[in-house]
């Protein structure tokens, strides 16, 4: 209520200027009329006199009101154009020697520099709705209340509807409320009306006039998947096949020798040698090839990570500690537990360990049997060298085993399944020890040194805590 009587009790801005016009030449139209009146004239040339002081002075007080009027109502015309989005009208009279036309200049300006970023926005959303649209991934957006306000093809596509019949409606009615709650990244299988198949989900949410809006992006999985399989199979079939007519093709060869010894009969007695010796080299393939199967069968049953706490330094030790080489030894590092099996760890660090001491072997002409520590003897390589060492690096506890021995002479077929360039390797060892890792939550990586010889062994665990 006071706020309204003061409004009303308010002077305009014009009518101030009109006054204040009034009052400049008040000084003066007093001093005229007082000449005029007090002068020898008659009274019709005192009325006469007193109009041509009075009426310039009202029509001067009229001018001034509308030449400072006129501009301000320009410039907020031009101001409420550009509240509407109207960027395309530009006031006259900018001029950059007087107050008022540098307010119009930059008026002009403010308009042009809105009108490109305008365009800008313009231009980026059309280009981020034409991606949405092309990309195969099906994209949902719905506001607060859960009403679908934005769909794309791929979406109309999953759904088998057109977005004239999806827009509006509720999550619940589409069949997509479920995605909306719980985890926001997740797989699934699901029967959408137009396929069925395995499903990636992504759930994020973003601000739209203030509101919070929820986006769904829904990812088909199973040509991928299919394709990974069948590459998988690709792979497995073509391991096996190697490895089973390695075992077959001698097999068959000394059989059918060994069946036209027999069929000679008389010979018998002479080729007892040549039978003897067929019949071990058939009994080694067939163990190197029961060997193969069961390398095989340890990758596929490999049994979930039994969790628990531990120090990892007591752990290192202990594991170093079943290592009879004075090669390898263990260096500083933090205070620190992990949570992890300790066990199928051990299987890991053992099978790196002893990659890294016969690497040193290598390097060092020594056989791997002399790395061996026997009581009471001097060692013969004193400058073989295995570290193990472990710190904290990103939120992630990291495990290093560096030795200088000859290094990877390549790292594409590290974790091919039985690839091996051991001459009695059964190329499983390290893709063992990496679904281990993994399995854990981690990460296996092995890559030369930068400086020297050798190669270095990268474990790394979820950090749990120190110790």
Not at 109 to 135: F, H, M, P, W
Not at 337 to 362: F, G, K, T, Y
Request: charged letters at 25%; hydrophobic letters at 45%; a neutral charge.
């Amino acid at each position: 209520m006071n706020d309204q009587k003061h409004r009303q009790k308010s002077i305009s801005f014009e009518r101030k200027v009109f006054l204040l016009a009034l009052g400049a030449g008040l000084p003066g139209g007093l001093l005229a009329m007082g000449l005029v009146w007090t002068g020898d004239f008659s009274l019709e040339g005192r009325w006469i006199a007193s109009l041509l002081v009075l009426l310039p002075w009202l029509g001067l007080a009229f001018t001034v009101r509308e030449k400072v009027r006129f501009p301000l109502r320009t410039i907020s015309n031009l101001l409420a154009g550009i509240r509407e989005g109207d960027f395309s009208t530009r006031a006259r009279g900018a001029r950059r020697d007087d107050a008022l036309g540098e307010v119009i200049a930059e008026v002009n300006l403010l308009g042009n520099t809105l009108r490109e970023q305008r365009l800008e926005a313009v231009e980026a959303s059309a280009l981020v709705r034409t991606i949405i649209e092309e990309i195969e991934l099906a994209v949902f957006a719905f506001d607060d209340e859960l009403l679908l306000r934005l769909v794309n093809r791929s979406g109309e596509q999953l759904l088998a509807r057109p977005s004239v019949q999806l827009l509006g409606r509720r999550a619940l009615d589409l069949g997509l409320d479920v995605y909306l709650q719980g985890e926001p990244n997740r797989t699934i299988e699901h029967a959408f009306p137009a396929r069925v198949g395995r499903w990636g989900i992504r759930r994020t949410q973003f601000r739209q006039d203030g509101v919070i809006h929820h986006l769904i992006v829904i990812t088909d999985l199973s040509r991928t998947l299919r394709e990974e399989e069948r590459l998988a199979w690709q792979r497995l079939v073509r391991v096996l096949s190697h490895e089973i007519n390695n075992s077959l093709s001698p097999i068959i060869s000394i059989s059918g020798s060994l069946d036209r010894l027999i069929k000679r009969g008389d010979a018998l007695g002479e080729a007892r040698e040549g039978l003897t010796g067929g019949l071990e080299v058939i009994s080694k393939r067939a163990e190197s090839l029961g060997r193969f199967m069961d390398s095989y069968a340890r990758l596929a049953r490999l049994p979930a990570p039994v969790l628990k706490m531990f120090h990892l330094e007591t752990w290192l030790q202990q594991v170093v500690a079943l290592e009879s080489s004075e090669w390898v030894r263990l260096e500083g590092g933090p205070d620190v537990s992990v949570r992890a099996d300790p066990d199928q760890l051990e299987q890991v660090l053992i099978n790196l360990l002893h990659n890294a001491m016969e690497s040193v072997a290598v390097r060092l002409a020594e056989p791997v049997a002399n790395v061996a520590k026997t009581p009471g003897a001097p060692l013969k390589n004193e400058e073989g060298d295995v570290a193990i060492a472990w710190g904290e690096v990103e939120g992630k506890v990291r495990i290093t085993v560096t030795d200088n021995g000859v290094g990877l002479a390549g790292t594409s077929n590290l974790f091919v399944p039985f690839f091996t360039t051991k001459p009695k390797g059964s190329g499983i060892g390290l893709v063992l020890c990496r679904q281990i890792v993994e399995a854990h939550g981690g990460d296996l990586a092995l890559r030369n040194r930068a400086a020297g010889s050798g190669c270095v062994a990268i474990i790394e665990l979820p950090a749990s805590g120190t110790g």
